[in-house]
Protein backbone atom coordinates (compact mmCIF):
# COMPACT_ATOMS: atom_id res chain seq x y z
CA UNK A 1 0.00 0.00 0.00
CA UNK A 2 1.16 3.38 -0.54
CA UNK A 3 -0.34 6.50 0.90
CA UNK A 4 -0.21 9.98 0.03
CA UNK A 5 -1.46 13.67 0.26
CA UNK A 6 -1.31 15.29 -3.15
CA UNK A 7 -2.17 19.48 -2.68
CA UNK A 8 -1.87 22.70 -4.37
CA UNK A 9 -2.00 26.22 -4.82
CA UNK A 10 -2.23 26.65 -1.23
CA UNK A 11 -0.97 30.54 -1.43
CA UNK A 12 -0.43 30.81 2.19
CA UNK A 13 -0.65 34.21 3.44
CA UNK A 14 -2.98 35.74 0.57
CA UNK A 15 -5.62 38.57 1.43
CA UNK A 16 -9.38 37.29 1.11
CA UNK A 17 -10.04 39.42 -1.99
CA UNK A 18 -13.90 41.04 -2.59
CA UNK A 19 -14.39 42.23 0.98
CA UNK A 20 -15.13 45.43 2.35
CA UNK A 21 -13.56 47.47 5.24
CA UNK A 22 -16.64 46.29 7.87
CA UNK A 23 -15.39 42.66 8.82
CA UNK A 24 -16.07 42.40 12.42
CA UNK A 25 -13.22 41.32 14.63
CA UNK A 26 -14.15 37.38 14.96
CA UNK A 27 -14.45 37.53 10.93
CA UNK A 28 -11.03 39.45 10.59
CA UNK A 29 -9.42 36.88 12.56
CA UNK A 30 -11.05 34.25 10.38
CA UNK A 31 -9.96 35.58 7.06
CA UNK A 32 -6.59 36.36 7.97
CA UNK A 33 -5.36 32.95 9.09
CA UNK A 34 -7.72 30.92 6.88
CA UNK A 35 -4.81 29.57 4.73
CA UNK A 36 -2.58 29.33 7.46
CA UNK A 37 -5.20 27.03 9.40
CA UNK A 38 -5.99 25.20 6.27
CA UNK A 39 -2.09 23.94 6.13
CA UNK A 40 -2.28 23.31 9.40
CA UNK A 41 -5.06 20.90 9.00
CA UNK A 42 -3.35 19.28 6.06
CA UNK A 43 -0.48 18.40 7.90
CA UNK A 44 -2.79 17.51 10.85
CA UNK A 45 -4.16 14.78 8.58
CA UNK A 46 -0.83 13.76 7.31
CA UNK A 47 0.48 13.13 10.93
CA UNK A 48 -2.81 11.46 11.47
CA UNK A 49 -3.06 9.01 8.73
CA UNK A 50 1.02 8.48 8.28
CA UNK A 51 1.15 8.70 4.79
CA UNK A 52 4.06 7.78 3.34
CA UNK A 53 4.39 11.33 1.80
CA UNK A 54 3.24 14.55 1.15
CA UNK A 55 3.18 16.26 -2.49
CA UNK A 56 2.66 20.12 -3.01
CA UNK A 57 2.47 21.01 -6.83
CA UNK A 58 3.14 25.19 -6.53
CA UNK A 59 2.33 27.85 -4.65
CA UNK A 60 2.87 26.94 -1.67
CA UNK A 61 3.29 30.83 -1.25
CA UNK A 62 1.05 33.53 -2.72
CA UNK A 63 4.15 35.27 -3.53
CA UNK A 64 7.40 35.72 -3.44
CA UNK A 65 8.24 36.81 0.05
CA UNK A 66 5.90 36.41 2.71
CA UNK A 67 5.38 36.99 6.27
CA UNK A 68 7.32 35.55 9.26
CA UNK A 69 4.21 35.09 10.78
CA UNK A 70 3.60 32.35 7.22
CA UNK A 71 7.49 31.19 7.60
CA UNK A 72 6.82 30.28 10.81
CA UNK A 73 3.42 28.26 10.37
CA UNK A 74 5.56 26.15 7.12
CA UNK A 75 8.21 25.39 9.50
CA UNK A 76 6.26 24.27 12.24
CA UNK A 77 4.28 21.79 9.85
CA UNK A 78 7.14 20.79 8.03
CA UNK A 79 8.91 19.78 11.30
CA UNK A 80 5.66 17.82 12.50
CA UNK A 81 6.14 15.96 9.21
CA UNK A 82 9.79 15.17 10.17
CA UNK A 83 9.18 14.47 13.75
CA UNK A 84 6.55 11.74 12.58
CA UNK A 85 9.26 10.79 9.41
CA UNK A 86 7.00 11.66 6.14
CA UNK A 87 8.83 13.20 3.55
CA UNK A 88 7.77 16.66 1.59
CA UNK A 89 8.10 17.05 -2.21
CA UNK A 90 7.47 20.30 -3.24
CA UNK A 91 7.78 22.59 -6.29
CA UNK A 92 7.54 26.65 -6.92
CA UNK A 93 4.54 27.67 -8.85
CA UNK A 94 4.10 30.89 -10.70
CA UNK A 95 2.87 32.85 -7.70
CA UNK A 96 6.02 31.83 -5.72
CA UNK A 97 8.34 31.43 -8.35
CA UNK A 98 12.30 31.93 -7.72
CA UNK A 99 11.75 30.49 -4.36
CA UNK A 100 14.52 27.89 -2.46
CA UNK A 101 14.10 25.64 0.35
CA UNK A 102 14.95 27.66 3.29
CA UNK A 103 17.59 26.90 5.30
CA UNK A 104 16.19 25.53 8.41
CA UNK A 105 13.72 23.61 6.96
CA UNK A 106 14.23 19.95 8.12
CA UNK A 107 16.07 17.65 5.69
CA UNK A 108 12.29 15.65 5.00
CA UNK A 109 11.23 18.18 2.99
CA UNK A 110 12.88 18.19 -0.82
CA UNK A 111 12.05 21.30 -2.98
CA UNK A 112 12.44 20.26 -7.36
CA UNK A 113 14.88 23.35 -9.09
CA UNK A 114 14.13 24.80 -12.14
CA UNK A 115 15.34 22.24 -14.26
CA UNK A 116 12.90 18.70 -14.42
CA UNK A 117 14.38 16.26 -11.97
CA UNK A 118 13.74 13.54 -10.43
CA UNK A 119 14.18 11.95 -7.01
CA UNK A 120 13.07 8.36 -5.32
CA UNK A 121 11.82 7.45 -2.36
CA UNK A 122 11.72 4.03 -0.29
CA UNK A 123 8.56 3.89 1.92
CA UNK A 124 8.32 2.11 5.30
CA UNK A 125 6.36 -0.40 2.96
CA UNK A 126 9.50 -0.90 1.14
CA UNK A 127 7.55 0.42 -1.82
CA UNK A 128 10.20 2.50 -4.78
CA UNK A 129 8.73 5.76 -5.62
CA UNK A 130 10.08 8.19 -8.40
CA UNK A 131 8.97 11.39 -8.53
CA UNK A 132 9.53 14.25 -11.28
CA UNK A 133 9.37 18.12 -11.10
CA UNK A 134 10.51 21.37 -11.55
CA UNK A 135 10.09 24.74 -10.20
CA UNK A 136 8.89 28.15 -11.93
CA UNK A 137 11.89 31.11 -12.06
CA UNK A 138 9.76 33.47 -13.28
CA UNK A 139 6.07 34.15 -13.61
CA UNK A 140 5.53 32.92 -17.08
CA UNK A 141 6.89 29.43 -17.99
CA UNK A 142 6.33 29.60 -21.67
CA UNK A 143 8.20 26.58 -22.53
CA UNK A 144 6.48 22.97 -22.84
CA UNK A 145 8.07 21.66 -19.54
CA UNK A 146 6.60 18.68 -20.34
CA UNK A 147 9.16 17.45 -23.09
CA UNK A 148 11.96 17.32 -20.63
CA UNK A 149 10.22 14.83 -18.19
CA UNK A 150 12.16 11.47 -18.84
CA UNK A 151 9.25 8.29 -19.56
CA UNK A 152 9.09 5.71 -17.20
CA UNK A 153 12.11 3.33 -17.65
CA UNK A 154 10.57 -0.06 -19.11
CA UNK A 155 10.07 -3.06 -16.70
CA UNK A 156 10.42 -0.79 -13.93
CA UNK A 157 8.38 -2.00 -10.68
CA UNK A 158 8.71 1.45 -9.12
CA UNK A 159 5.89 4.14 -8.86
CA UNK A 160 5.92 7.48 -11.14
CA UNK A 161 4.54 10.45 -9.53
CA UNK A 162 5.08 13.63 -11.78
CA UNK A 163 4.46 17.46 -10.78
CA UNK A 164 3.25 19.25 -12.69
CA UNK A 165 1.80 23.06 -11.80
CA UNK A 166 0.90 24.59 -15.63
CA UNK A 167 -2.06 24.52 -17.69
CA UNK A 168 -2.93 21.08 -18.59
CA UNK A 169 -4.94 20.36 -22.19
CA UNK A 170 -3.10 23.50 -24.50
CA UNK A 171 0.32 23.66 -25.12
CA UNK A 172 0.31 26.90 -25.56
CA UNK A 173 -0.27 30.36 -23.03
CA UNK A 174 1.98 31.64 -20.70
CA UNK A 175 1.75 28.43 -17.37
CA UNK A 176 3.76 25.18 -19.10
CA UNK A 177 1.32 24.31 -21.45
CA UNK A 178 1.18 20.45 -21.93
CA UNK A 179 -1.63 18.17 -23.40
CA UNK A 180 -3.34 15.33 -21.70
CA UNK A 181 -1.93 13.37 -23.91
CA UNK A 182 1.56 14.32 -23.27
CA UNK A 183 1.19 13.09 -19.60
CA UNK A 184 -0.21 10.16 -20.45
CA UNK A 185 2.44 9.41 -22.98
CA UNK A 186 5.22 9.16 -20.41
CA UNK A 187 3.39 6.18 -18.47
CA UNK A 188 3.74 7.79 -15.01
CA UNK A 189 1.41 5.79 -11.96
CA UNK A 190 0.05 9.45 -11.00
CA UNK A 191 0.41 13.05 -12.31
CA UNK A 192 -0.26 15.30 -9.06
CA UNK A 193 -1.01 18.71 -11.14
CA UNK A 194 -1.25 22.19 -9.63
CA UNK A 195 -2.02 25.75 -11.40
CA UNK A 196 -6.39 25.60 -11.79
CA UNK A 197 -8.41 26.29 -8.64
CA UNK A 198 -11.41 24.24 -9.10
CA UNK A 199 -11.07 20.70 -8.59
CA UNK A 200 -10.86 18.57 -11.98
CA UNK A 201 -9.56 14.76 -12.42
CA UNK A 202 -8.51 14.89 -16.17
CA UNK A 203 -8.27 11.15 -16.29
CA UNK A 204 -9.08 7.92 -14.19
CA UNK A 205 -6.23 5.34 -14.61
CA UNK A 206 -3.57 6.98 -14.34
CA UNK A 207 -5.07 9.83 -12.50
CA UNK A 208 -4.30 12.99 -13.72
CA UNK A 209 -5.55 15.23 -11.32
CA UNK A 210 -5.72 19.11 -10.17
CA UNK A 211 -6.62 18.67 -6.51
CA UNK A 212 -7.98 22.68 -6.61
CA UNK A 213 -6.51 25.30 -3.69
CA UNK A 214 -6.39 24.68 -0.59
CA UNK A 215 -8.74 27.64 1.07
CA UNK A 216 -10.87 29.99 -1.49
CA UNK A 217 -9.46 33.24 -1.69
CA UNK A 218 -12.55 35.22 -3.55
CA UNK A 219 -16.38 34.75 -4.50
CA UNK A 220 -15.17 32.86 -8.05
CA UNK A 221 -13.76 30.09 -5.79
CA UNK A 222 -16.54 29.14 -3.60
CA UNK A 223 -17.46 25.29 -2.48
CA UNK A 224 -15.48 23.31 -0.13
CA UNK A 225 -11.58 23.68 -0.82
CA UNK A 226 -9.33 20.91 -0.05
CA UNK A 227 -6.53 18.36 -0.86
CA UNK A 228 -6.50 15.15 -1.86
CA UNK A 229 -5.81 11.53 0.38
CA UNK A 230 -4.55 8.76 -2.30
CA UNK A 231 -4.29 5.27 -1.40
CA UNK A 232 -2.45 2.75 -4.03
CA UNK A 233 -2.37 -0.49 -3.46
CA UNK A 234 0.48 -2.62 -4.89
CA UNK A 235 -1.05 -3.13 -7.99
CA UNK A 236 -0.43 -0.12 -9.44
CA UNK A 237 -2.39 -0.71 -12.54
CA UNK A 238 -5.56 -0.23 -10.46
CA UNK A 239 -7.22 3.15 -9.87
CA UNK A 240 -6.22 4.57 -6.66
CA UNK A 241 -8.93 5.28 -3.89
CA UNK A 242 -9.16 9.56 -4.62
CA UNK A 243 -10.34 11.04 -1.00
CA UNK A 244 -11.03 14.75 -1.45
CA UNK A 245 -10.44 15.89 2.06
CA UNK A 246 -11.90 19.17 3.10
CA UNK A 247 -9.79 21.86 4.65
CA UNK A 248 -10.65 25.41 3.79
CA UNK A 249 -11.80 27.06 7.75
CA UNK A 250 -14.17 29.35 5.60
CA UNK A 251 -16.36 28.89 2.41
CA UNK A 252 -17.52 31.19 -0.14
CA UNK A 253 -21.27 30.43 -1.11
CA UNK A 254 -23.17 32.46 -3.68
CA UNK A 255 -26.86 31.65 -3.68
CA UNK A 256 -29.61 32.94 -6.13
CA UNK A 257 -33.17 33.51 -4.44
CA UNK A 258 -35.82 33.48 -7.01
CA UNK A 259 -38.44 35.24 -5.18
CA UNK A 260 -37.98 38.11 -2.68
CA UNK A 261 -40.99 40.17 -1.55
CA UNK A 262 -39.72 42.30 1.20
CA UNK A 263 -36.42 42.89 3.46
CA UNK A 264 -38.48 40.53 6.41
CA UNK A 265 -38.35 37.96 3.27
CA UNK A 266 -34.55 38.27 2.51
CA UNK A 267 -33.88 37.89 6.14
CA UNK A 268 -36.07 34.90 6.65
CA UNK A 269 -34.51 33.50 3.03
CA UNK A 270 -31.31 33.73 4.58
CA UNK A 271 -31.93 32.43 7.92
CA UNK A 272 -33.10 29.37 6.48
CA UNK A 273 -29.85 28.60 4.44
CA UNK A 274 -28.33 25.10 5.43
CA UNK A 275 -25.07 26.68 6.51
CA UNK A 276 -22.86 24.61 8.95
CA UNK A 277 -19.47 26.67 8.74
CA UNK A 278 -18.05 30.29 8.68
CA UNK A 279 -19.21 31.00 4.93
CA UNK A 280 -19.06 34.43 3.00
CA UNK A 281 -22.40 34.81 1.07
CA UNK A 282 -23.24 36.52 -2.14
CA UNK A 283 -26.80 36.51 -3.15
CA UNK A 284 -27.94 36.99 -6.25
CA UNK A 285 -32.15 38.22 -6.57
CA UNK A 286 -34.14 38.80 -9.02
CA UNK A 287 -35.01 41.70 -11.15
CA UNK A 288 -38.45 42.21 -10.25
CA UNK A 289 -38.16 43.36 -7.04
CA UNK A 290 -40.08 45.83 -4.51
CA UNK A 291 -38.87 49.12 -5.45
CA UNK A 292 -38.20 50.28 -1.99
CA UNK A 293 -36.65 46.82 -1.45
CA UNK A 294 -34.26 47.92 -4.32
CA UNK A 295 -33.68 51.40 -3.65
CA UNK A 296 -32.29 50.26 -0.34
CA UNK A 297 -30.25 47.66 -1.90
CA UNK A 298 -28.86 50.02 -4.28
CA UNK A 299 -27.89 52.51 -1.78
CA UNK A 300 -26.06 49.02 0.33
CA UNK A 301 -28.27 49.36 3.23
CA UNK A 302 -29.97 46.37 3.08
CA UNK A 303 -26.33 44.27 3.25
CA UNK A 304 -25.53 46.35 6.91
CA UNK A 305 -29.33 45.30 7.84
CA UNK A 306 -28.42 41.50 6.92
CA UNK A 307 -25.16 41.36 8.55
CA UNK A 308 -26.64 42.71 11.63
CA UNK A 309 -29.18 39.94 12.44
CA UNK A 310 -26.99 37.11 10.62
CA UNK A 311 -25.47 34.28 12.99
CA UNK A 312 -21.84 34.29 13.47
CA UNK A 313 -20.71 31.50 11.51
CA UNK A 314 -22.37 33.83 8.32
CA UNK A 315 -20.51 37.31 6.77
CA UNK A 316 -23.31 38.61 3.56
CA UNK A 317 -20.29 39.95 1.72
CA UNK A 318 -22.72 41.66 -1.31
CA UNK A 319 -26.22 41.83 -2.66
CA UNK A 320 -26.34 41.96 -6.32
CA UNK A 321 -29.88 42.12 -8.54
CA UNK A 322 -30.50 40.47 -11.93
CA UNK A 323 -30.90 42.25 -14.70
CA UNK A 324 -34.03 42.22 -16.56
CA UNK A 325 -32.13 42.50 -19.81
CA UNK A 326 -29.02 40.20 -18.47
CA UNK A 327 -27.31 38.97 -21.37
CA UNK A 328 -28.43 41.15 -23.89
CA UNK A 329 -25.77 43.80 -25.76
CA UNK A 330 -26.66 45.42 -28.74
CA UNK A 331 -25.29 43.03 -31.49
CA UNK A 332 -23.81 46.35 -33.01
CA UNK A 333 -21.33 46.71 -29.93
CA UNK A 334 -20.23 43.45 -30.58
CA UNK A 335 -19.00 43.69 -33.85
CA UNK A 336 -16.19 46.05 -33.26
CA UNK A 337 -12.49 45.18 -32.88
CA UNK A 338 -13.00 45.93 -28.76
CA UNK A 339 -15.33 43.24 -28.38
CA UNK A 340 -13.19 40.63 -30.26
CA UNK A 341 -10.18 41.88 -28.55
CA UNK A 342 -12.10 41.29 -25.16
CA UNK A 343 -13.40 38.19 -26.19
CA UNK A 344 -9.91 36.65 -27.29
CA UNK A 345 -8.62 37.89 -23.61
CA UNK A 346 -11.47 36.02 -22.20
CA UNK A 347 -11.78 33.04 -23.83
CA UNK A 348 -8.49 31.54 -22.95
CA UNK A 349 -6.93 28.18 -21.42
CA UNK A 350 -7.21 29.10 -17.91
CA UNK A 351 -10.37 30.32 -18.34
CA UNK A 352 -11.73 27.52 -20.27
CA UNK A 353 -9.69 24.78 -18.37
CA UNK A 354 -11.72 25.70 -15.68
CA UNK A 355 -15.11 25.46 -16.47
CA UNK A 356 -14.58 22.25 -18.40
CA UNK A 357 -16.59 19.43 -16.34
CA UNK A 358 -14.28 16.54 -14.39
CA UNK A 359 -15.67 13.62 -16.71
CA UNK A 360 -15.46 14.71 -19.77
CA UNK A 361 -13.34 12.49 -22.33
CA UNK A 362 -9.35 13.45 -22.31
CA UNK A 363 -9.93 14.04 -26.41
CA UNK A 364 -12.51 16.61 -25.95
CA UNK A 365 -10.77 18.22 -23.15
CA UNK A 366 -7.95 18.82 -25.42
CA UNK A 367 -9.63 19.98 -28.32
CA UNK A 368 -11.33 22.30 -26.22
CA UNK A 369 -8.07 23.82 -25.30
CA UNK A 370 -6.08 23.72 -28.33
CA UNK A 371 -6.02 26.71 -31.27
CA UNK A 372 -8.46 25.18 -32.73
CA UNK A 373 -10.96 24.57 -30.03
CA UNK A 374 -10.78 27.87 -28.47
CA UNK A 375 -11.39 29.40 -31.87
CA UNK A 376 -14.58 27.67 -32.17
CA UNK A 377 -15.53 28.36 -28.56
CA UNK A 378 -15.24 31.90 -29.58
CA UNK A 379 -17.19 31.82 -33.25
CA UNK A 380 -19.87 29.93 -31.00
CA UNK A 381 -19.95 32.93 -28.88
CA UNK A 382 -19.99 35.59 -31.68
CA UNK A 383 -22.74 33.08 -32.98
CA UNK A 384 -24.83 33.32 -30.12
CA UNK A 385 -24.50 36.66 -29.04
CA UNK A 386 -24.97 37.85 -32.63
CA UNK A 387 -27.80 35.64 -33.34
CA UNK A 388 -25.65 34.58 -36.60
CA UNK A 389 -24.68 31.07 -37.45
CA UNK A 390 -28.48 30.50 -35.35
CA UNK A 391 -29.04 27.70 -38.01
CA UNK A 392 -27.40 24.43 -38.53
CA UNK A 393 -27.97 21.33 -40.38
CA UNK A 394 -28.48 18.30 -37.61
Known amino acids: MLTFIHAADLHLGHPFQGLDGQLPPVWADRVQTATQQAFTSLIDRAVAEQVDLVVLAGDLFYRQAVSPRVEAVVQSGFERLAAADIPVYLSFGNHDFGNQARPDWPSNVHVFGPEVSSMTLTTKAGVSVVLTGFSY ?22 YYLGLYHGDVGSRTGDYAGASSGDLLAKNYNYWALGHIHQRQLLNQVPPVLYPGSLQGLSAKESGPKGFYLVQQDRDFTQAPELDFIPASPVVWQTVALDRVDSLADLKEQVQQLKITQPTLLTLTLPADLPAELRRFILAGVTVDQLRADCPDQVWPVKITIRSENEGQVAAGELKGPAWQTSLAEVVTPTAVAELLPNDLPVFLRDYFLSDEGLASLREWVNATQLGEGADHEN
Not at 137 to 146: L, V
Open 137 to 158: QHRHQNQAEIDHFPSRMPGSSA
